[in-house]
């Protein structure tokens, strides 16, 4: 059988006028980002498989200087202090979950309303805002882009210009649903089911207090969360744009196949694929499929710009076939039993 072709993609991030960071390593398949088709063994190829692994600033010359801050563009809907215990906060979103064959998730879409039709947004911890596809050649970003209906809240959003080309069920993805869905109260990823769920300010769903937790730090927009990787403690950035964990300063080990790729800066790299044992906690240890890399100079100098002093991106096959919930009052993930 010959080798699925794995498309690896880097994108850019989104400054501010006051040139804060409001979107980081991101994992968004969009036109306009750098793409590149490898093949890999079919054992170490997921179902529906790429990798976005880069950061790349928006120049100078290209920031509106007449935008708002970045908090100004956040909707009220997505602030923790503006009615988190309205009804639109407690309906379920409707996720697709594309699956590995191993049978984790490898990519994630929430079916969202726009216009009066159904839409879909790539779900990605890799960017910190929630935003609109627009047109390649767009401003970056349009504020006030247009509202979009998501669970029951109307959301008014930003928008950026950059489309994804990947068929969910016969439609194309017109946005991205970022971290800031999740940083405002108790939201559950429901990786079993397919779903997220909000919920009211102190709230959780039945059982969910006594999940092992998981803390986290947010740098501008980025969660980074601190496990072990074969023992080593790490502080990783959580992206479920992508479908594996990336570890670097990590040389290749026995058995590891190569993964070359192309960062946002344009510089080839080679990635090594292998396995790791991630520790969540001491009590939640699985093998993971891994991208090793000794030295990538974009990304550590990416990471200086951003902070929080991460070693690399926590991706979905290590996040486990299960309900999560991501709160922020607490400064947790709270990880549930992962399914059979």
């Known amino acids: 059988m010959a080798p699925a072709p794995v498309a690896l993609l880097v994108c850019p991030m989104l400054t501010t006028a006051r040139g804060s960071v409001v979107s980081v390593i991101s994992a968004l398949v969009l036109a306009g980002c750098s793409s590149k088709e490898r093949s ?18 928006l120049p100078d010359a290209d920031r509106r200087l007449d935008a708002p801050d970045a908090e100004a563009s956040v909707p009220r809907q ?9 009804p639109c906060w407690e309906t379920p979103v409707p996720l697709v979950v594309w699956r590995a064959d191993a049978g984790y998730a490898s990519r994630l879409f929430a079916n969202v309303t726009y216009r009066n039709n159904r839409g879909i947004f790539l779900l990605d911890f890799g960017s910190g805002l929630t935003f609109l596809s627009l047109e390649a050649g767009s401003p ?10 998501i669970g029951a809240c109307d959301l008014t959003l930003l928008g950026r210009p950059y489309s994804d080309d990947e068929n969910v069920d016969g439609s194309l993805p017109i946005g991205t649903l ?74 290749p ?41 000794q030295s990538w100079p974009y ?13 690399g991106l926590l991706g979905l096959s290590a996040l486990g076939n299960r309900r999560i919930i991501v709160d922020p009052q607490a400064s947790v993930f709270r990880f549930g039993p992962i399914a059979p």
Request: charged share 15%.
């Open 40 to 57: 890999l063994p079919p054992d170490a190829a997921p179902t529906h498989a790429d990798a976005t692994l880069g950061l790349n600033p």
């Open 140 to 149: 970056d970003p349009v504020y006030d882009a247009g509202t979009v209906e």
């Open 78 to 86: 997505l602030d923790a202090t503006a009615d988190a215990d309205a």
């Open 253 to 293: 080990e026995p058995g590891d196949v190569p993964y070359p790729s192309e960062d946002a800066s344009g510089a080839l790299i080679t990635f090594y694929l292998g396995t790791a044992t991630l520790a969540l906690t001491p009590t939640d240890t699985q093998s993971i499929p891994i991208l090793r890399i």
């Open 178 to 251: 970022g971290t800031d869905a999740f940083l405002t109260t108790p939201t559950e990823l429901d990786l079993v089911s397919g779903r997220v769920v909000r919920y009211p300010i102190g709230q959780l769903p039945s059982g969910a207090s006594t999940w092992p937790e998981v803390p986290f730090d947010v740098y501008e927009g980025g969660i980074i969360v601190a496990v072990t990787l074969n023992g080593t403690a790490v502080r990783l950035l959580v992206d479920t744009g992508s479908p594996h964990t990336a570890w670097v300063g990590q040389p």
């Open 299 to 311: 990304f550590q100098q990416s990471e200086m710009v951003i902070g929080g002093d991460y070693q």
